[in-house]
């Protein structure tokens, strides 16, 4: 029992530190401007403005699948709790981009979502869609990678 407790305890450390992490690259990027009702994203012609804390929650996601996997990675997916976080945060994450996808794809010029002057037909929309669904197909790739990698790791302890 003590052992699950300091594992747990081991992961939570962990998540603590992705935490911190995005609250400095969030600073980094963005500055104050975190801490606001909305952000805004320039791109080309357009200004996103989006809510502050999806952009931290975002962040927050991506820092945590990419630390989780890179410690995964290293330890060949052996211990469950890791996965699991790992797991979790990737699905997480891949429905965070298909609900970005669909924002995106309905944007007009009233503004659908959170935008200002987004053009009907800017070739940005498009990109971004695409952008949007390559992410996923990334993610779910890693994600059975992982959990490819954990099976397989705990087969090899069975036998």
Excluded at 30 to 47: E, M, S
Excluded at 86 to 109: D, P, R, W
Excluded at 120 to 143: H, R, T
Aim: hydrophobic share 55%; with cysteine; aromatic share 14%.
């Amino acid at each position: 029992m003590k052992q699950n407790s300091k594992l747990i305890f081991i992961q939570f450390l962990w998540l603590a530190n992705c935490l911190v992490l995005t609250i400095v690259l969030s600073l980094m990027f963005f500055g104050k401007n975190i801490l606001n009702d909305a952000v805004a994203i320039h791109i080309r012609d357009t200004y996103f403005l989006i809510d502050s804390f999806s952009v931290f929650f975002a962040t927050f996601l991506l820092i945590t699948f990419l630390i989780f996997f890179a410690k995964g990675f290293r330890n060949s997916f052996r211990d469950s709790l890791p996965n699991w976080i790992l797991v979790i945060t990737g699905l997480v994450l891949i429905l965070s981009l298909t609900l970005l996808g669909n924002k995106i794809s309905a944007m007009t010029i009233d503004g659908a979502i959170s935008t200002v002057a987004a053009p009907k037909e800017s070739d940005l929309i498009p990109i971004m869609v695409n952008l949007s669904i390559v992410l996923q197909f990334i993610f779910l790739s890693a994600l059975i990678f992982v959990v490819y990698s954990w099976g397989k790791e705990r087969q090899k302890n069975k036998d």
